[in-house]
């Protein structure tokens, strides 16, 4: 089973917009990361927020964590053509002590289409 | 500078036969898993290691096999392969000192018939 749900499945967008991509997952974790991946090519990872943190930046993205609500987001301000590729969000589950094993949980993802 | 890397990129299995996707790491990560990904999901975890000779089961680890003798390498041999392994498979390597970003390696396109 996969633990991480991504919202939406397909998003088209112009170039310029913004893409805002929701993750949900359901049992504790130590950290939480974004990937992207295009077509028939290995992950990137984007990055990496941990639980005890709310929000962070990346140059054009932003993610925030609530740990509350067991969600996450993905915003990539002005998007660019180049943006196009499937999106994945993975979650790191705490272990014992609160050590973090490197065993992801990835949701199906997000396939983001910008348009030129 | 090389990171995590996958051979072979790409195979073609008939059923029943065996084979081993070989993967190796140059950054001292104690942490390895191996995923695969079907058309249109995310990744599974199939086997993971948290150091030299210590190996556990992910979510779908039937039909493969592990095993780490060293650091660096980390192989996954498919024991009699089956058209539902017919998947690409991705490598991974991560330290809690490096703040336990994942890497992934480029991926393995396999296809059995």
């Known amino acids: 089973s996969q633990q991480g749900e991504e919202d939406p499945q397909a998003l088209s967008i112009q170039e310029g917009e913004n893409a805002t991509m929701n993750c949900s997952y359901k049992?504790?974790?130590?950290?939480l990361q974004w990937y992207r991946q295009n077509s028939g090519r290995g992950l990137v990872h984007l990055i990496l927020i941990r639980s005890n943190e709310r929000e962070k930046h990346s140059g054009r993205l932003r993610v925030t964590l609530d740990t509350s609500k067991k969600s996450s987001s993905l915003l990539i301000t002005a998007s660019r053509a180049a943006d196009t590729a499937s999106y994945f969000c993975?979650?790191?589950?705490?272990?014992?002590?609160?050590?973090?094993?490197?065993?992801?949980?990835f949701g199906q993802g997000t396939i983001l289409t910008v348009h030129p | 500078n090389a990171g995590v890397t996958q051979t072979p990129k790409f195979q073609v299995l008939k059923t029943g036969q065996s084979m081993t996707l070989q993967c190796a790491q140059d950054m001292n990560h104690e942490y390895m898993s191996w995923y695969r990904q079907d058309p249109g999901m995310g990744l599974r975890l199939i086997h993971y290691s948290v150091g030299a000779g210590i190996t556990d089961q992910g979510e779908v680890p039937n039909g493969y096999n592990v095993s780490r003798s060293t650091t660096e390498d980390f192989p996954l041999r498919l024991l009699s392969a089956a058209p539902s392994q017919t998947s690409v498979y991705f490598c991974a390597s991560s330290s809690s000192s490096s703040g336990n970003t994942i890497y992934f390696g480029e991926g393995s396109w396999l296809t059995v018939v």
């Open positions: 049992t504790s974790i130590n950290n």
């Open positions: 993975a979650t790191d589950p705490r272990g014992a002590g609160g050590t973090s094993y490197g065993k992801l949980t």
